[in-house]
Nanobody, 132 residues
Framework: QVQLVESGGGLVQPGGSLRLACAVS????????IGWYRQAPGKEREGVSC????????VYVDSVKGRFTISRDNAHNAVYLQMDSLKTEDTGLYYC?????????????????????????WGQGTRVTVSS
């Protein structure tokens, strides 16, 4: 049974850091991509970052570039999202999701959020609140 479980969310002040984890079970990461998405209250879900497990190539949307770092640990079937210099607009429910690694490419993530429909395994989410 495929399962993705997020952890690491919480309340943090602006400028602070959090590290999210996505634990994957039921399949090995080898030829998959893991994407991180978020949904703020009253807004549509948006992509944040993705990583290809086979070669470690990653994509970031412009709003998080330079502040967030995605990484993977294939041996432990886990993906992480290090979030630094957090802003209030980073608040939301963060999900990890899995797809064929084809769907983690810069041109797919930069201009729309339609790639989320190709990610067919999702976790339940972990809440991140950035507030003073």
């Amino acid at each position: 049974q495929v399962q993705l479980v997020e952890s690491g969310g919480g309340l943090v002040q602006p400028g602070g850091s959090l590290r999210l984890a996505c634990a994957v079970s039921g399949f090995t990461l080898d030829n998959y991509a893991i994407g991180w998405y978020r949904q703020a209250p009253g807004k549509e879900r948006e992509g944040v970052s993705c990583i290809r497990a086979s070669d470690g190539r990653s994509v970031y949307v412009d709003s998080v570039k330079g502040r967030f770092t995605i990484s993977r640990d294939n041996a432990h079937n886990a993906v992480y999202l290090q979030m630094d210099s957090l802003k209030t607009e980073d608040t939301g429910l963060y999900y990890c999701a899995a797809a064929d690694e084809f769907y983690c490419q810069d041109y797919l993530w930069r201009h729309s959020n339609n790639h989320q429909y190709d990610f067919n395994h999702w976790g339940q989410g972990t809440r991140v609140t950035v507030s003073s």
